[in-house]
């Protein structure tokens, strides 16, 4: 199984400042058949069910304000919120779906 | 907008079983791999099952293996995970979601799984 390390249990971090959460797969997740990065973002509210920010490493999903980015490859990832806004409050969890099971970070908690 | 509602939870005992249910409305279950994930009171989210669209290919987390079922019926437009030898660490709320393959765009409300004495 892959595992997903996000080295961060919390991060605060100031409204309007850059808040940046870190991913690390066990083994890479790019493909090299489609040169493709199986590993996505999502936030998760309290009493909320999961949303999905980014897939492929770094494609926003619709409606996903542009603070929102994703970048990295292989074996090293990162989530870039550009200017935190109080709606960000959340925990943060990273996903491979490169192969079953899929599995998640442990999960990062940005705070203010 | 995709709507998925989870439904089925409960309090159990140790050993005991529950079936769980998703409704899909607004958009056909059956063009969807279908997943079920969940999160322990104040733990992470763990991906427990999903499936395709046919039902053909099925994968599980080892931990789950062997005591729960995912199923579909795509005429009902729902999704169903029975979950059979329930114990004490399968307390969670439990999420479905759909997407293109195993990555899921969408998540529905969860609904909440207590096994205790």
């Known amino acids: 199984d892959i595992v997903m390390t996000q080295s961060q249990d919390s991060l605060a971090v100031s409204l309007g400042e850059r808040a940046t959460i870190n991913c690390k797969p066990s083994?890479?997740?790019?493909?090299?058949?489609?040169?493709?990065?199986?590993l996505a973002w999502y936030q998760k509210k309290s009493g909320q069910p999961p949303k999905l920010l980014i897939s492929?490493?770094?494609t926003r999903k619709s409606g996903v304000p542009d603070r929102f980015s994703g970048s990295g490859s292989g074996t090293d990832f990162t989530l870039t919120i550009s200017s935190l806004q109080a709606e960000d409050v959340a925990v943060y969890y990273c996903?491979?779906?490169?192969?079953?099971?899929?599995?998640f970070g442990g999960g990062t908690k940005v705070e203010i | 907008e995709v709507q998925l509602v989870a439904s089925g939870g409960g309090l159990v005992q140790p050993g005991g079983s529950l079936r769980l249910s998703c409704a899909a409305s607004?958009?056909?279950?059956?063009?969807?791999?279908m997943t079920w994930i969940r999160q322990a009171p104040g733990k992470g989210l763990e991906w427990v099952a999903n499936?395709?669209?046919?039902?053909?290919?099925?994968y599980y987390v080892a931990s789950v293996k062997g005591r729960f079922t995912i199923s579909r019926d795509n005429a009902r437009n729902s999704l169903s995970l029975q979950m059979n030898s329930l114990r004490v660490e399968d307390t969670a709320v439990y999420y479905c979601?759909?997407?293109?393959?195993?990555?899921?765009?969408?998540w529905g409300q969860g609904t909440l799984v207590t096994v205790s004495t």
């Open positions: 492929w490493a770094s």
């Open positions: 979601g759909a997407g293109g393959g195993f990555l899921v765009d969408d």
């Open positions: 607004r958009f056909s279950l059956s063009n969807s791999w």
């Open positions: 083994q890479s997740v790019l493909s090299r058949s489609n040169n493709r990065n199986y």
């Open positions: 996903l491979q779906y490169y192969n079953a099971p899929l599995t």
């Open positions: 499936m395709n669209r046919d039902g053909s290919e099925i």
